[in-house]
């Protein structure tokens, strides 16, 4: 139960990375970003292929991430519409938040919250020498992306090194603004089963001021708490 939430969360979140002409020059760029990032907000639209079922899904929310150590990241990710919920990780916990039936449910991911964390990490506040390590990385080219025709992009894709990380990932496929802040715009999740999650981020924000709620988790008066699993 504790690698199905984390897969299934990892799907939901953010794999990200920087870009500016080749690998070696998007590494740098990272490496640069990394000591430098504090925390992000963002719009993102989600959308999800089932490959068995050759169906497409898709909805709008909001995410909010902060580095609060080395190595560990705490975060809120909304999803206001079809189906809503709330999203809360930290100290490698997950904790999902369904207002229509006023329930929390919460998951130790134990030993897969420290992947969670790298894996979120990537592109906000991994270094490019990390993610040499723990990637094979490579260029794929530019492409044009929706909503962001006028942006010239570069192509950066992330093959997981190890086999415990690819039963979650097989490829990251990632579009990153050519110049400027090396931040996503759009990245590619792809899963050993042939599902994937394409998430495009507008509205991006680093490093800005947050209020002081903004990764608590939200809920009504009364709510209902399950542990899946125990």
Do not use: C
Not at 9 to 15: G, P, R, T
Not at 100 to 117: A, M, P, R
Not at 157 to 176: D, M, N
Request: aromatic residues 10%; glycine residues 8%.
């Amino acid at each position: 139960m504790r690698s199905r939430s984390f897969t299934t969360f990892l799907f939901l979140i953010n794999l990200s990375a920087a870009a500016d002409g080749g690998k070696d020059a998007v590494l740098a760029r990272m490496d640069k970003a990394a000591g430098e990032f504090k925390n992000m907000t963002a719009r993102i639209t989600s959308m999800v292929h089932t490959d068995v079922l050759n169906d497409n899904t898709s909805e709008t929310g909001t995410a909010v991430m902060k580095k609060v150590a080395v190595g560990q990241v705490q975060g809120l990710i909304n999803f206001p519409a079809p189906d809503q919920r709330t999203y809360s990780f930290e100290n490698r916990r997950l904790r999902i938040y369904y207002p229509k039936i006023n329930t929390v449910q919460v998951f130790d991911l134990g030993k897969d919250g420290e992947q969670l964390d790298q894996f979120l990490m990537i592109g906000f506040g991994t270094s490019g020498t990390a993610l040499a390590k723990d990637y094979d990385v490579s260029v794929f080219g530019t492409e044009k992306v929706k909503g962001f025709e006028n942006v010239p992009t570069i192509g950066l894709r992330l093959i997981p090194k190890t086999a415990e990380a690819r039963k979650y990932v097989k490829q990251v496929e990632l579009w990153l603004p050519a110049t400027g802040d090396p931040y996503p715009i759009q990245e590619k999740i792809s899963a050993p089963s042939g599902d994937y999650r394409v998430i495009t981020y507008t509205d991006l924000k680093t490093n800005q001021p947050l209020p002081p709620d903004a990764l608590q988790l939200k809920t009504a008066l009364g709510f209902k708490t399950e542990y899946p699993g125990k």
